[in-house]
């Protein structure tokens, strides 16, 4: 991923519309670590405890895999609001 991609993604909610990429008020988020996420929220408000704890795989064009990969996120065991990269597939 280039420098003008990265700058994008920081500071947004994974799947929010361009026009308003920012966190709401009152939303639970999580914060992705590493890989083609790095730096974007995902908001999880409403999910289910043990989902929360299995994390998530998440459709990405800036996977490994390109258009149709997903980047796979766990949460980290010391600080669960933060969900680590942990790799791609297709």
């Known amino acids: 991923m280039d420098e003008h991609h990265e ?18 008020p009152g939303r639970e988020y999580r914060e992705l670590v590493g ?19 299995r994390g998530a795989a998440l459709a990405t064009g800036l996977s490994h895999y390109g258009s149709e990969g997903r980047a796979h996120y766990a949460p980290r065991p010391t600080a669960p609001h933060r969900w680590d990269w942990t790799g791609d597939t297709p």
Do not use: S
């Not at 947004?12 to 519309?17: E, F, K, L």
């Not at 974007?40 to 999910?47: A, K, N, P």
């Open 7 to 24: 700058q994008l993604l920081r500071g947004r909610v994974y799947g929010a519309d361009h026009e308003d990429p920012g966190p709401r």
């Open 35 to 53: 890989g083609p996420l790095d730096g974007l929220l995902l908001d999880v408000t409403g999910r289910d405890p043990a989902d929360l704890e």
